[in-house]
């Protein structure tokens, strides 16, 4: 009886499959590459934040007393540091400016910020500030940690990191994303993500102002974007 002769796969065969194999995975590594790796706002050391505080510790803040509290609560919400800064200084003498910011901050988005805002996070001189612009467009906190790290240790980077945050794309953020936003709970977060996907941020602002007020959207809108 003649024997079979054997099949192997042809080299384009072989190729093809392995390519099939193979594609998936590599398209797959840039996205997860790029996936940010957690929070979007840089974790808290216990800095006030001027949109969330309560009047008793707002005072209870050696710069301030009751009177620059309650002018820092009927200006709510604080949407800029620049505009933050120019209501300090028209109620604080220059001894309190020069230490207030350690103790009081309102986030500064990455991408957006202006130098001179840069430049009133303590202890970021000219030299700093402009390592925070040369990295820009900043798609992940986790970027701003590797990059600033370049030049200062680790210690230095998270007390830098809870100066800052990197806007949130509402379509893919994750939980923890969302959950970092200062001022948001498991209610809010429910509802951010029940309306995914986004379109624009006219959407968001459509249905998250079902449930806040203009003063509290203003607020949330600062820290999310639609890529």
């Known amino acids: 009886m003649k024997r079979p002769t054997p ?13 099939a194999l193979i594609l998936p995975i590599a398209f797959a590594l840039p996205a997860a590459l790029a996936r940010p790796a957690d929070a979007q706002v840089g974790r808290n050391q216990g800095l ?12 209870a803040l050696p710069q301030l007393d009751a009177a620059d509290a309650d002018a820092i ?31 009081l901050w309102l986030p500064l988005d990455l991408n957006h910020s202006t130098e001179a805002e ?37 210690t230095e ?10 806007p949130i794309d509402l379509n893919t953020a994750t939980e923890e994303e969302i959950r970092s936003i200062p001022g948001v709970g498991d209610r809010m977060l429910r509802e951010f993500q029940e309306y995914r996907p986004y379109q624009a941020l006219a959407q968001f602002e459509r249905e998250i102002g079902k449930y806040v007020d203009d003063d509290e959207l203003a607020r949330l809108k600062r820290y999310v974007t639609v890529r």
Do not use: C
């Open 7 to 19: 099949r192997f796969p042809t080299p384009t065969a072989t190729l093809g499959r392995m390519a």
């Open 48 to 59: 006030l934040n001027p949109n969330l505080a309560s009047a008793e510790e707002l005072a």
């Open 73 to 103: 609560i009927a200006a709510r919400p604080h949407l800029s540091v620049a505009d933050l800064d120019t209501l300090l200084r028209q109620h604080l003498d220059p001894a309190a400016m020069g230490s207030i910011y350690t103790r």
């Open 118 to 154: 840069m430049l009133l996070i303590p202890g970021v001189g000219g030299r700093m500030q402009h390592e925070f612009e040369e990295y820009r467009p900043y798609i992940a906190l986790a970027q701003f940690r590797r990059e600033i790290g370049k030049y200062v240790d680790g």
């Open 157 to 166: 980077v998270a007390r830098l990191e809870q100066y800052v945050f990197v």
